[in-house]
T-cell receptor
């Protein structure tokens, strides 16, 4: 089954404790991205990747890192999480660039206390 | 960069009524406009999209119209049903190798039986 898988689904952590949210897709998609969803603000892009070893900042990259060492995986790293990073995070992948259907993961609900 | 405005933020209709959600975009070069539906607690999923070489596209009860001159596009849902209740996001992007998807802030549609 074609899918985008994120882990974990839920995470509560403390300020400053490094964490990684994993994202994997099995559709051989080149394009992957991370979004955060906050009430009233919609989906805002954090980082995106055009292909292996090619990443770039989205609209809200501060406090986040990403890597794309393999085509299928695109982890999101929070080196020193802060409470303002409490949010719902979605990973997405698409066949090529942003002008094809984006397939979203199940979402990760992150709470930083 | 691209900016997408979406209205209204909430929309309540009676079952069987029509619903219209409107979006405007700022970058005249944008030429791909998808709509995503997000049910409560679920991931966003593509429901319909339109490219700038067409003015209207229909798929059963949903349709999207595009006015490139005015830089706005709309989602039309006819004969609404309770299962249409969800948050709807419009988005815009360039049809180029380095395009990213910019989302509107979303519209919560509530369909009352």
């Amino acid at each position: 089954e074609a899918q985008v898988t994120q882990n974990p689904r839920y995470l509560i952590t403390v300020t400053g404790k490094k964490l990684t949210v994993t994202c994997s897709q099995n559709m051989n998609h080149e394009y992957m991205s991370w979004y955060r969803q906050d009430p009233g603000l919609g989906l805002r892009q954090i980082y995106y990747s055009m292909n292996v070893e090619v990443t770039d900042k989205g609209d809200v990259p501060e406090g986040y890192k990403v890597s794309r060492k393999e085509k299928r995986n695109f982890p999101l790293i929070l080196e020193s999480p802060s409470p303002n990073q409490t949010s719902l995070y979605f990973c997405a992948s698409s066949l090529s660039t942003g002008n094809t259907e984006a397939f979203f993961g199940q979402g990760t609900r992150l709470t930083v206390v | 960069g691209e900016n997408v405005e979406q209205h209204p933020s909430t929309l309540s209709v009676q079952e069987g009524d029509s619903a219209v959600i409107k979006c405007t975009y700022s970058d005249s070069a944008s030429n791909y406009f998808p709509w995503y539906k997000q049910e409560l607690g679920k991931r966003p999923q593509l429901i319909i999209d339109i490219r700038s070489n067409v003015g209207e596209k229909k798929d059963q009860r949903i349709a999207v119209t595009l006015n490139k001159t005015a830089k706005h596009f709309s989602l039309h849902i006819t004969e609404t049903q309770p299962e249409d209740s969800a948050v709807y996001f419009c988005a815009a992007t360039l049809n180029s190798g380095y395009s990213t998807l910019t989302f509107g802030k979303g519209t919560m549609l509530l369909v009352s039986p």
